[in-house]
């Protein structure tokens, strides 16, 4: 027989739990009769006397605690700091989810400008699973590229089309999610880059106004700012609203990949006076979304909801959407054709895209990801011959230069993202979105954690972020010997066989 | 300590609690007779005294500041549990012992008001508390 050389803990909570009683009435007696300075202890031990006895019998909700008394503490005391320990001490560079070590890292280099060469040797997989850019024989030079300019609304001939000169996004993060000073960091940098910003679904975009970037109206499912006493469009508020210069284009939210099938969300302890006037809600409750638009109940009224805000907007309108079935996304696109009414852009957000507050089970397991879905969503209307009708932006983690030239390669036009963004302006990943709690102030309203983000600053962080992202764009293109986006295909693309984009690989690798 | 009510609770307690432990502070730190007599019956002068004067002074300051109410309660409830044990043990409630021995009651009965209202933010306590509610 080996004997066991752990502790049994069971035995110990069973002997620790008399010997604090026991103690206690011990320095109670020590401080009596030696000195009364053991009354210190005895103190201790009254309250910690009475907190084991409340954790045994006092309370239902801990098990472990009423099984082991304050012993079992221990256990939640470790569990409680093990987050921070494993991001700071024990999880490696490349193990961290959603962004690892190595991605942000990335990210915050190109946000201060700091040279991003690496050394000795990649730290990436090569196996079967990892997609990779083909490099061209005679790569080009940089001067022989063509402008990356992309024109929304030009296919219809929309009154006023938009020109995006450098093929990134804000991706749609509402104020609500955001605090105003990371609203005004996001929309400062955006000018300054000379990109768009896109409200998100939060309402009236009164910060982003104020600051002055071009801007993309985002109407979510709720339609906070545009909506009337039913929750249908009300035409005339949208009228009023894209009369703002700044709003150079309208997006209709279907789905988003954190959470499709399901409506924004914005937890209660987000809802400040101001939000709830701004999306006309009441605080102390949580705001839902409907799951989808009160006019779109088929695929019919869907598009026609869409040309509809197209006449009363008279601006670029496109709709945002991750993917799922694919036969309703084929009878969507065909719809589109049938009617002859096609939005300016698809949005196709992947369903490892980011969240502020989403349920678990649709962040972890509803919805296509990004890559199969673009690759999907572009072949859909490559053959129905209608891929020259719009344009596609893509997001889901999009936020280095590697993940964004493989999206460019399966069709995208233009590049979203949100959370690379808060990351250029400092986000630590401390996933804490939903509770008003950002430890660097980024998505909370407390105005003592907001303070520590200095506008100015991080809106020339998301500048040289863009800069730095559209210097590594140009140079993967040059390797490639495209000119412009454009050119690539799915076939500048190695593809393995375990990747999920396999099952598109036509010709042998 | 989401509504208004609580929170005023909690400030009155606040208040009697340093008002009453602030007072006494004067005549443990200037070493009054009745402040040295006591603490030499408990066999504590003048160190003893000293050292229960700091750890009230930083009880009544945690009580002003904000975020540390809730550990200047703590510190508060377990000084006051302290007197009240030397009352019953040595000092007795004759006379003017009894007017002190209830100040001391009164400071440990405005803490414990104090923890209650905020008794989520406790340390480990807390979140068993909160776990309790939430059944
Ligand atoms: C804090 C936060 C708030 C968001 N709010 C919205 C929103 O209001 N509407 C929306 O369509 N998507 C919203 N999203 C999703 C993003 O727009 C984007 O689709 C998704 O995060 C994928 O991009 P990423 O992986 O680069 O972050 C939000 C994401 C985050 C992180």
Redesign the pocket.
């Given at each position: 027989m080996t004997g066991k050389l752990v502790v049994n803990l069971h035995k110990l909570a069973r002997f620790t739990n008399i010997a604090i009683p026991l103690l206690t009435g011990l320095f109670f007696l020590a401080g009596l009769r030696i000195s009364f300075y053991f009354h210190f202890i005895t103190v201790a031990f009254i309250f910690l006397t009475a907190l084991n006895a409340f954790y045994r019998f006092g309370q239902k909700g801990h098990s472990l605690l009423r099984n082991f008394g304050i012993l079992g503490q221990g256990r939640y005391i470790l569990e409680s700091i093990g987050p921070e320990l494993r991001q700071y001490l024990f999880l490696n560079d490349t193990e961290e989810r959603?962004f690892n070590r190595n991605e942000r890292s990335e990210v915050y280099r190109k946000a201060q400008d700091i040279n991003s060469a690496s050394s000795f040797g990649s730290q990436k997989n090569f196996d079967s699973t990892e997609v990779k850019v083909r490099h061209a024989l005679f790569p080009i030079r940089k001067k022989d590229l063509k402008p990356s300019n992309v024109t929304f609304g030009e296919e219809r001939g929309c009154p006023n089309p938009y020109t995006l000169k450098r093929p990134f996004i804000i991706?749609?993060?509402?104020f609500?999610?955001?605090g105003e000073r990371a609203v005004r960091t996001f929309a400062r940098g955006a000018k300054q880059a000379g990109i768009l910003m896109?409200t998100?679904?939060?309402g009236y975009p009164k910060y982003h106004l104020e600051e002055g970037c071009d801007l993309i109206f985002?109407m979510?499912t709720a339609k906070f700012g545009v909506r009337d006493d039913e929750g249908r469009l009300d035409d005339q508020k949208l009228r009023d609203l894209v009369a703002n210069d700044s709003i150079k284009m309208v997006?209709i939210?279907f789905s988003?990949?954190?959470k499709p099938g399901k409506g924004?969300l914005l937890p209660k302890e987000k809802i400040t006076d101001e939000i709830s006037a701004l999306r006309g809600v009441r605080k102390g409750e949580d705001v839902v979304s409907p799951p989808s638009h009160a006019e779109c109940v088929d695929i019919e009224s869907a598009v026609s909801f869409i040309s509809h805000v197209q006449e009363v907007s008279q601006l670029p309108v496109g709709i945002?959407l991750c993917m799922g079935i694919s036969s309703e996304f084929r009878g969507l696109v065909s719809e589109m054709k049938r009617q002859n009414a096609f939005p300016d852009w698809i949005?196709i957000?992947?369903s490892?895209?980011?969240?502020?507050a989403a349920p678990k089970s649709f962040m972890d397991r509803v919805g296509i990801p990004l890559f199969p879905g673009l690759k999907r969503a572009n072949n859909i209307l490559t053959e129905l011959g209608v891929r020259n009708r719009l344009k596609i932006v893509a997001?889901?983690?999009?936020?280095g230069p590697g993940r964004q030239m493989i999206a460019l390669c399966l069709g995208a036009d233009v590049i979203?993202?949100?959370?690379?963004?808060?990351l250029a302006a400092g986000c630590i990943q401390a996933m804490q979105?939903g509770s008003n709690t950002c430890p660097i102030g980024?998505?909370t309203h407390d105005p003592d954690l907001q303070r520590g983000l200095d506008i100015d600053l991080k809106a020339t962080r998301i500048k040289n972020y863009v800069d730095n992202l559209e210097h590594d764009i140009e140079e993967l293109l040059c390797s490639t010997g495209c000119r412009s986006i454009s050119e690539l295909s799915f076939d500048h693309l190695y593809v393995p066989k375990d990747s999920t984009l396999h099952a598109y690989v036509t010709k042998p690798n | 300590m989401n509504n208004l009510g609580s929170k005023i609770t909690s400030w009155i307690a606040q208040l009697v609690a340093i008002a009453i432990m602030g007072q006494t502070l004067y005549f443990k730190f200037s070493g009054a007779e009745e402040s040295t007599r006591l603490f030499a019956e408990l066999g504590m002068e003048p160190e003893g005294r000293l050292i229960i004067g700091i750890l009230e002074l930083v009880a009544c300051i945690l009580l002003i500041i904000p975020s540390s109410i809730t550990f200047g309660a703590m510190l508060g409830s377990a000084l006051m549990t302290g007197a009240i044990i030397g009352h019953f043990t040595q000092l007795g409630w004759e006379g003017e012992r009894f007017q002190l021995g209830m100040l001391a009651v009164v400071v440990l009965v405005a803490c414990s008001i104090i923890l209650y209202t905020r008794r989520y933010t406790i340390p480990l306590l807390g979140a068993a508390l909160q776990g309790r509610e939430n059944q």
């Amino acid at each position: 027989m080996t004997g066991k050389l752990v502790v049994n803990l069971h035995k110990l909570a069973r002997f620790t739990n008399i010997a604090i009683p026991l103690l206690t009435g011990l320095f109670f007696l020590a401080g009596l009769r030696i000195s009364f300075y053991f009354h210190f202890i005895t103190v201790a031990f009254i309250f910690l006397t009475a907190l084991n006895a409340f954790y045994r019998f006092g309370q239902k909700g801990h098990s472990l605690l009423r099984n082991f008394g304050i012993l079992g503490q221990g256990r939640y005391i470790l569990e409680s700091i093990g987050p921070e320990l494993r991001q700071y001490l024990f999880l490696n560079d490349t193990e961290e989810r959603p962004f690892n070590r190595n991605e942000r890292s990335e990210v915050y280099r190109k946000a201060q400008d700091i040279n991003s060469a690496s050394s000795f040797g990649s730290q990436k997989n090569f196996d079967s699973t990892e997609v990779k850019v083909r490099h061209a024989l005679f790569p080009i030079r940089k001067k022989d590229l063509k402008p990356s300019n992309v024109t929304f609304g030009e296919e219809r001939g929309c009154p006023n089309p938009y020109t995006l000169k450098r093929p990134f996004i804000i991706s749609a993060m509402s104020f609500g999610a955001l605090g105003e000073r990371a609203v005004r960091t996001f929309a400062r940098g955006a000018k300054q880059a000379g990109i768009l910003m896109n409200t998100g679904e939060g309402g009236y975009p009164k910060y982003h106004l104020e600051e002055g970037c071009d801007l993309i109206f985002q109407m979510g499912t709720a339609k906070f700012g545009v909506r009337d006493d039913e929750g249908r469009l009300d035409d005339q508020k949208l009228r009023d609203l894209v009369a703002n210069d700044s709003i150079k284009m309208v997006e209709i939210k279907f789905s988003q990949g954190a959470k499709p099938g399901k409506g924004g969300l914005l937890p209660k302890e987000k809802i400040t006076d101001e939000i709830s006037a701004l999306r006309g809600v009441r605080k102390g409750e949580d705001v839902v979304s409907p799951p989808s638009h009160a006019e779109c109940v088929d695929i019919e009224s869907a598009v026609s909801f869409i040309s509809h805000v197209q006449e009363v907007s008279q601006l670029p309108v496109g709709i945002k959407l991750c993917m799922g079935i694919s036969s309703e996304f084929r009878g969507l696109v065909s719809e589109m054709k049938r009617q002859n009414a096609f939005p300016d852009w698809i949005t196709i957000d992947g369903s490892e895209g980011g969240s502020g507050a989403a349920p678990k089970s649709f962040m972890d397991r509803v919805g296509i990801p990004l890559f199969p879905g673009l690759k999907r969503a572009n072949n859909i209307l490559t053959e129905l011959g209608v891929r020259n009708r719009l344009k596609i932006v893509a997001s889901g983690k999009l936020v280095g230069p590697g993940r964004q030239m493989i999206a460019l390669c399966l069709g995208a036009d233009v590049i979203c993202s949100a959370r690379g963004y808060m990351l250029a302006a400092g986000c630590i990943q401390a996933m804490q979105c939903g509770s008003n709690t950002c430890p660097i102030g980024i998505t909370t309203h407390d105005p003592d954690l907001q303070r520590g983000l200095d506008i100015d600053l991080k809106a020339t962080r998301i500048k040289n972020y863009v800069d730095n992202l559209e210097h590594d764009i140009e140079e993967l293109l040059c390797s490639t010997g495209c000119r412009s986006i454009s050119e690539l295909s799915f076939d500048h693309l190695y593809v393995p066989k375990d990747s999920t984009l396999h099952a598109y690989v036509t010709k042998p690798n | 300590m989401n509504n208004l009510g609580s929170k005023i609770t909690s400030w009155i307690a606040q208040l009697v609690a340093i008002a009453i432990m602030g007072q006494t502070l004067y005549f443990k730190f200037s070493g009054a007779e009745e402040s040295t007599r006591l603490f030499a019956e408990l066999g504590m002068e003048p160190e003893g005294r000293l050292i229960i004067g700091i750890l009230e002074l930083v009880a009544c300051i945690l009580l002003i500041i904000p975020s540390s109410i809730t550990f200047g309660a703590m510190l508060g409830s377990a000084l006051m549990t302290g007197a009240i044990i030397g009352h019953f043990t040595q000092l007795g409630w004759e006379g003017e012992r009894f007017q002190l021995g209830m100040l001391a009651v009164v400071v440990l009965v405005a803490c414990s008001i104090i923890l209650y209202t905020r008794r989520y933010t406790i340390p480990l306590l807390g979140a068993a508390l909160q776990g309790r509610e939430n059944q």
